[in-house]
T-cell receptor, first 115, second 113 residues
């Protein structure tokens, strides 16, 4: 069965632009969560979606937003990009959401460079 | 607030030897889960092992096992018979609600041939 698929894998954007990243979860998985990984801050939780509803949100500014579609695919958007947004953005999916104990499976990530 | 601490930024081990990676966490929650994830140079995070806090028995997955000490809030990973493919960054993670994971800063493990 196909794993978590993230597109694009690599992209370069200019400060002030916006970017949209896409994530297709493992077939049958209904929960999608997003993480930002940087050398300085490590892995930080952005948000989680389950059945098209945002369930949890990390401590990130409102420039970071996301959504989930009825087929469980998810997108995250970052507006007014800053240099500090350069990071590896990881998407993870799990069969269930809401209750803890779920194992999450990660995609290969989208490398975003802001210049 | 939940915090996860990995105090060993880098470690190395000879091939076929055993190595233990440390992790401590802080939480006031009673029902939670702990994980070890591996991130090889490809950067894809791979689940290594999972432990439920309510289970006293330590989880084991082939060459990987944990030493879970709930009272001490400690969750170390032991890798036996280390292989070159074990070279990676290892992250300890804590989960108590939904799919919001709290990750440690990672330990970079190098297996030396």
């Amino acid at each position: 069965k196909a794993g978590v698929t993230q597109t694009p894998r690599y992209l370069i954007k200019t400060r002030g632009q916006q970017v949209t990243l896409s994530c297709s979860p493992i077939s049958g998985h209904r929960s999608v969560s997003w993480y930002q990984q940087t050398p300085g801050q490590g892995l930080q939780f952005l948000f989680e979606y389950f059945s098209e509803t945002q369930r949890n949100k990390g401590n990130f500014p409102g420039r970071f937003s996301g959504r989930q579609f009825s087929n469980s695919r998810s997108e995250m958007n970052v507006s007014t990009l800053e240099l500090g947004d350069s990071a590896l953005y990881l998407c993870a999916s799990s069969l269930h959401g809401v209750t803890p104990g779920n194992t999450i499976y990660f995609g290969e990530g989208s490398w975003l460079t802001v210049v | 607030a939940q915090t996860v601490t990995q105090s060993q930024p880098e470690m190395s081990v000879q091939e076929a030897e055993t190595v233990t990676l440390s992790c401590t966490y802080d939480t006031s929650e009673n029902n939670y889960y702990l994980f070890w994830y591996k991130q090889p140079p490809s950067r894809q995070m791979i689940l290594v092992i999972r432990q439920e806090a309510y289970k006293q028995q330590n989880a084991t997955e082939n060459r990987f096992s944990v030493n879970f000490q709930k009272a001490a809030k400690s969750f170390s990973l032991k890798i036996s018979d280390s292989q070159l493919g074990d070279t990676a960054m290892y992250f300890c993670a804590f989960q108590y609600t939904g799919n919001q994971f709290y990750f440690g800063t990672g330990t970079s493990l190098t297996v030396i041939p």
